[in-house]
């Protein structure tokens, strides 16, 4: 997993609430086996006009003039600021791989759905909820200032704004561990493989059952 | 020890370790896996040289990409073929327990876990789909995983999780004429919000729920992710017993007793404590439909479509303009008025045989309006499939002019042929309305079975409690 320490990064507005991973990267792009090649469809049905599939010649799209990351000032974003429940919906993780691949590093929002949230750091995306008022003035600053940067600190916990105010946010000690070391969480849960083995002894005892 | 929910017990039953800061090793019992969330997993498991750690708790089967029309040649599109494949070689690698494409057992994996009694009551179950929280009508820890989680089940036969809130949601009373599991559901997302059980496991009582069938269990857990909770769960009851009584995978002869007697102790006790509670009246639900693009946006049927010009949160204003127009619905205008292009009766939420015999109870000999281009009717499995043909169900359903298919996850997601196209509105039994579900640009209302099959003869929505 791709470690996470500070980012001074653009900011792109994602201003809606009830962003849902169907629109994130629509299923049709669920086909493919590998985890690679989300990026390109990000948003698809709302970044382009022309119907998306997959193994498109994306020089060939219909980029939507309208779609806010089109928009020649938000190209190279690396910090997306959304509204509430971010996320909802489908538990594919080809989102947060979308949104990386895409450039995303950090996802600030005023609320995210559970699966999505966790999806997000299983893969080095740091997802954060900051209060809604907060949110609000943020996404008035990206709108008023061209080049509007944020940086965002995981050690300190913390959003720097560019007037120099900074702002915490919560993050469980476990996620920002593995953020901070790119660990592999599946190393790390080994570790207690004999609790595990024991555990599953004493739950076969009694609960025979559950086991074919 | 102080009274605890049923919530508390299976997660405390299945703890490895707890550290202080929360952050726990939940034991895996039973893993369900589908061709679409499971590719990268086995990929990461082979990179890394490890294995599943216990094949017996894994079952798998294709469901999403599979095409609902005759398939007994294989399916066509060459991407869709290769997730197949892709599954059909992992679980073949493994010794995994698949019912392929062609199985008569294939189906939904949230229709097949259930109907198999691979999913019994205790258990914690896990699959790489959000909808997984279906499996809590057994009084199952069911929930929905991503891909990494998916491969770190597979090796560890463990998930990290950290504890939920605790939300139960009572229904109280008599459902009225007509009334279904869906449109407590949906009356439940209206009431909450789709974030409103965010961060909580919902447990649903109260007289309303325990007349529930098994079906109508499932189909109400299965929607508690629409409402933003990972898992929803239902008491042990008589009900839940005699469902599994005699399924392929359930315990059999004194292991079946010694079960049950495990299995009784599932409930919530008396004095148990939740951290919210929420209380509905069965007899003020009404038939349910959604007229926008997220599932709280959801109205009675007796209802008119809600005017933006009346809500003064400009936030709150704008995100209605917005779905508004992505409907095509004008302000103000009757449920009831809102003519339907096309009919989908099926996905894990509403395709067991209960909510195939609902939808033939409405039709009675009549047949699918000539403005209806595409009315389907997707039973959620192979026998669920069988069942409905020995009850002539199906015979039934194309006499009306609807098309009776091969069981799958067909138009609730459009990954394969069964789609919408831009602009065409759906009665759909299924669990999502965001934008392009069913297809680039079509527009989704969320109904129950018995709804979609009386707006299929009407060519719109209507009252059926008119109709009963
Ligand atoms: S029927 Fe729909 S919601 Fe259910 S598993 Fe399939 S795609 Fe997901």
Sequence with gaps: MQKFERLDGLVAPMDRANVDTDAIIPKQFLKAIGRTGFGAHLFDAWRFKDPGEPGMDLTRRVPNPDFVLNAPRYVGAQVLVARANFGCGSSREHAPWALLEYGFRVVLAESFADIFFNNCFKNGLLAADLPAELIDRILQGVATQVGYRLVVDLPSQSVILPSGETCGFEIEPVRKRSLLNGLDEIGVTLENVDAIGAFEVAHRASQPWLFA | ?468
């Excluded at chain 2, 109870?361 to 009717?377: D, E, F, M, P, W």
């Excluded at chain 2, 006499?399 to 759909?428: K, T, V, Y």
């Design chain 2, 1 to 468: 020890m102080s009274a605890q929910t049923l919530y508390d017990k299976l997660w405390s039953s299945h703890l490895v370790r707890e550290d202080a800061d929360g952050s726990a090793l939940l034991y895996i019992d039973r893993h369900l896996v589908h061709e679409v969330t499971s590719p990268q997993a086995f990929d990461g498991l082979r990179l890394h040289g490890r294995k599943p750690r216990r094949i017996d708790s894994i079952l798998a089967v294709a469901d999403h990409n599979v095409p609902t029309t005759d398939r007994s040649g294989g399916i066509v599109d060459p991407i869709s073929r290769l997730q197949v494949d892709t599954l059909d070689a992992n679980c073949e690698a493994y010794g995994i327990t698949e019912f392929r494409m062609n199985d008569p057992r294939q189906g939904i994996v949230h229709v097949i876990g259930p109907e198999q009694g691979a999913t019994l009551p205790g258990m914690t179950v896990v699959c790489g789909d959000s909808h997984t929280s279906t499996h809590g009508a057994f009084a199952c820890l069911a929930q929905g995983i991503g891909t990494s989680e998916v491969e770190h089940v597979l090796a560890t036969q463990c998930l990290v999780a950290k504890k939920s809130r605790a939300m139960r949601v009572r229904v109280e009373g008599e459902l009225g004429r007509g009334l279904s599991a869906k449109d407590i559901a949906l009356a439940v997302i209206g009431q909450i919000g789709t974030a409103g059980g965010t961060g909580f496991a919902i447990e649903f009582a109260g007289s309303a729920v325990r007349a529930l069938s098994m079906e109508g269990r499932m189909t109400l857990c299965n929607m508690s992710i629409e409402a933003g909770a990972r898992a929803g769960m239902v008491a042990v009851d008589d009900t839940t017993i005699d469902y599994l009584r005699g399924r392929p995978f359930a315990p059999k002869g004194e292991m079946w007793s010694r079960a049950v007697a495990h299995w009784r102790t599932l409930v919530s006790d008396p004095q148990a404590r939740f951290d919210r509670e929420v209380h509905i009246e069965a007899a003020s639900i009404e038939p349910q439909v959604t007229w926008g693009t997220s599932p709280e946006m959801v109205a009675p049927v007796s209802a008119r479509v809600p005017d933006p010009a009346a809500i003064s949160d400009p936030a709150k204003r704008e995100a209605l303009e917005r779905a508004l127009a992505y409907m095509g619905l004008t302000p103000g205008v009757a449920i009831t008025e809102l003519e339907v292009d096309k009919v989908f009766i099926g996905s894990c939420t509403n395709s067991r045989i209960e909510d195939l015999r609902a939808a033939a109870a409405v039709i009675r000999g009549r047949q699918v309006s000539a403005r209806v281009k595409l009315a389907l009717v997707v039973p959620g499995s192979g026998p669920v499939k069988q069942q409905a043909e020995r009850e002539g169900l199906d015979r039934l359903f194309q006499a009306a002019g609807f098309e009776w298919r091969e069981p799958g996850c067909s138009m609730c997601l459009a990954m394969n042929d069964d789609r919408l196209m831009p602009q065409e509105r759906c009665a759909s039994t299924s669990n999502r309305n965001f934008e392009g579900r069913q297809g680039a640009g079509g527009r989704t209302h969320l109904v129950s079975p018995a709804m979609a099959a009386a707006a299929a003869i009407a060519g719109h929505f209507v009252d059926i409690r008119g109709e009963l």
